[in-house]
């Protein structure tokens, strides 16, 4: 399984972005489909999750501001950045489970957000 995950670039505060993760494998019955961040120094966050069922979850950090979505036509996740800051500067991965033992991830795209 392999997921390309595209969109990233450098952007301007209070710019928008849509961040898109292609997949090799259906993901019609992916058990969930998340967005992860990193920046510098720091450790792997969560950013937005939808599962299954429906349920979307999002960091407080991004609320308001991510919208998570997906495509199951397309077998492609995506997550729209809007209101974008400074501190939303990192890189991004997609991971994607269809199942409890293992989780597929992304190779990750730079997101930069200066003036």
């Known amino acids: 399984v392999q997921l390309q995950a595209s969109g990233g670039g450098l952007v301007q505060p209070g710019g928008s972005l849509r961040l898109s993760c292609d997949v090799s494998?259906?993901?019609?019955?992916?058990?969930?489909m998340a967005w992860y961040r990193q920046s510098p120094g720091k450790e792997r966050e969560m950013v937005a999750v939808t599962n299954i069922n429906g349920v979307i979850d999002y960091a407080d950090s991004v609320k308001g501001r991510f919208t998570i979505s997906r495509d199951n036509s397309e077998n492609t996740l995506y997550l729209q950045m809007n209101s974008l800051k400074v501190e939303d500067t990192a890189v991004y991965y997609c991971?994607?489970?269809?199942?409890?033992?293992?989780?597929?991830w992304g190779q990750g795209t730079q997101v930069t957000v200066s003036s």
């Open positions: 991971r994607v489970r269809w199942d409890a033992i293992r989780a597929y």
């Open positions: 494998r259906s993901i019609f019955r992916a058990r969930d």
